[in-house]
């Protein structure tokens, strides 16, 4: 089946550690996103990346970073210099960035401890 | 200035009736794109509805259709015959025009909580 995988599901993470959310698609998409979802709120882009090696900040882009090395995969790195960093991240792709709708995975709940 | 404004919190509805989720954007675009999102309680969301600036009819998808009134800047959702599995959070989301610091991204309103009871 054609989808979005994200894992972990749940990550916990001391405080001064930096984690790796992983982000899978196999859509053939060229563009794929990450967002930030915070309780009760709605979702905050933190990167982007149109195509591979390429990716761009966001709206919340401080204490995060990204890679885009393969087309199916965009992991999002949450480093300690994140202050707020518990959260629910959303990955997402769409054929591209102008134009296509874009398809969520299932999310990972980051809590830091 | 808020984009996208979901003004209402938290709605109810009887199953097998109607309800209407509203959306009102602010954008100076010519161009752009509104998107109605579906997040159950498991997280994920889940694309329901698309309406371009330039469609001049009102989009449908099954028992979704999308109210979209351009002078007025509104992109109400309206679901038909509810049904349980609707007990959702719904979001409405704007895809401005390509150009200076657009870049297509989604903005997101804050969220409409649907109860469908029984």
């Known amino acids: 089946d054609g989808g979005i995988t994200q894992s972990p599901k749940y990550l916990f993470r001391k405080e001064g550690q930096n984690v790796t959310l992983s982000c899978e698609q196999n859509?053939?998409?060229?563009?794929m996103y990450w967002y930030r979802q915070d309780p009760g709120q709605g979702l905050r882009l933190i990167y982007y990346s149109q195509i591979v090696n390429d990716f761009q900040k966001g709206d919340i882009a401080e204490g995060y970073s990204v890679s885009r090395e393969k087309k199916e995969s965009f992991p999002l790195t949450v480093t300690s210099a994140q202050k707020n960093p518990t959260a629910f991240y959303l990955c997402?792709?769409?054929?591209?960035?102008?134009?296509?709708?874009?398809?969520f995975g299932p999310g990972t709940r980051l809590t830091v401890l | 200035a808020q984009k996208i404004t979901q003004t209402q919190p938290g709605m109810f509805v009887q199953e097998k009736e109607a309800v209407t989720l509203d959306c009102t954007y602010d954008?100076?675009?010519?161009?752009?794109?509104l998107f109605w999102y579906k997040q159950p309680s498991s997280g994920e969301m889940i694309f329901l509805i698309y309406q371009g600036s330039y469609d001049e009819q009102n989009a449908t998808e099954g028992r979704y259709s999308l109210n979209f009134q351009k002078a007025r800047k509104s992109a109400n959702l309206v679901i038909s015959a509810s049904q349980l599995g609707d007990s959702a959070m719904y979001f409405c989301?704007?895809?401005?025009?390509?150009?200076?610091?657009?870049?297509?991204?989604?903005?997101f309103g804050q969220g409409t909580i649907l109860t469908v009871h029984p």
């Open positions: 989301a704007m895809r401005e025009g390509v150009g200076g610091t657009s870049y297509g991204k989604l903005t």
């Open positions: 859509l053939n998409h060229d563009a």
């Open positions: 997402a792709s769409s054929r591209s960035v102008v134009t296509d709708t874009q398809y």
């Open positions: 954008t100076s675009d010519q161009s752009y794109g």
